[in-house]
T-cell receptor
Framework: ETGVTQTPRHLVMGMTNKKSLKCEQH?????MYWYKQSAKKPLELMFV???????ENNSVPSRFSPECPNSSHLFLHLHTLQPEDSALYLC????????????FGPGTRLTVL | KNEVEQSPQNLTAQEGEFITINCSYS?????LHWLQQHPGGGIVSLFM???GKKKHGRLIATINIQEKHSSLHITASHPRDSAVYIC?????????????FGKGTKLSVKP
């Protein structure tokens, strides 16, 4: 398997649920990213990990909790979300943090009821 | 006002037409990216450029650093080119600039 994969592709959850999004990259990259894409808004950077260390948290609410156990895997743990958190969540990776092209996964379409 | 503005927001073209999508930005950048997002959501990087012009198949991207403007051209457009095209700039802020994205241009090419 190659590229960047994300699971699940679709997720519907209630506001009291706890769920996790998973991202895996098979490209040997060192940097991984979580983005949020809401309707009619630009992509928003949420978190950046470089060599498994979180290097950026873009003022994301604490109900979103990232985890990077190794440089190939990235998780986004979700709890007590709000309906306005419904969006497409995209994972990306790049060879390094500073200059390289980012490769995106297919995204997880999240609906919070 | 967004730091990255794209025009038009929506574009409908007939198959075979020459298409231009524009991107203007208001911050200092080290590079500009053009990305393609298909209806399923997946994003593909088309170009990364910091000066001049790049060509890949029927796609051409140009950038004018002085004018803070970039264009993406599609020659001999085809229905499979239908997608959202997103401009993103890598800023000079901090030691490792972040990507700032435009809202995208939704292109529909009719047969």
């Amino acid at each position: 398997e190659t590229g960047v994969t994300q699971t699940p592709r679709h997720l519907v959850m209630g506001m009291t649920n706890k769920k996790s999004l998973k991202c895996e990259q098979h490209l040997g990259h060192n940097a991984m990213y979580w983005y949020k894409q809401s309707a009619k808004k630009p992509l928003e950077l949420m978190f950046v990990y470089n060599f498994k260390e979180q290097t950026e948290n873009n003022s994301v609410p604490s109900r979103f909790s990232p985890e990077c156990p190794n440089s190939s895997h990235l998780f986004l743990h979700l709890h007590t979300l709000q309906p306005e958190d419904s969006a497409l969540y995209l994972c990306a990776s790049s060879q390094d943090r500073a200059r390289d092209t980012q490769y995106f996964g297919p995204g997880t379409r999240l609906t919070v009821l | 006002k967004n730091e990255v503005e794209q025009s038009p927001q929506n574009l409908t073209a007939q198959e075979g037409e020459f298409i231009t999508i524009n991107c203007s930005y208001s911050v200092g950048i080290s590079a500009l990216h053009w990305l393609q997002q298909h209806p399923g959501g997946g994003i593909v990087s088309l170009f990364m450029l910091s000066s001049g012009k790049k060509k890949h198949g029927r796609l051409i991207a140009t950038i004018n650093i002085q004018e803070k403007h970039s264009s993406l051209h599609i020659t001999a457009s085809h229905p499979r080119d239908s997608a959202v095209y997103i401009c993103a700039v890598r800023t000079l802020r901090g030691s490792q600039g972040n990507l700032i994205f435009g809202k995208g241009t939704k292109l529909s090419v009719k047969p």
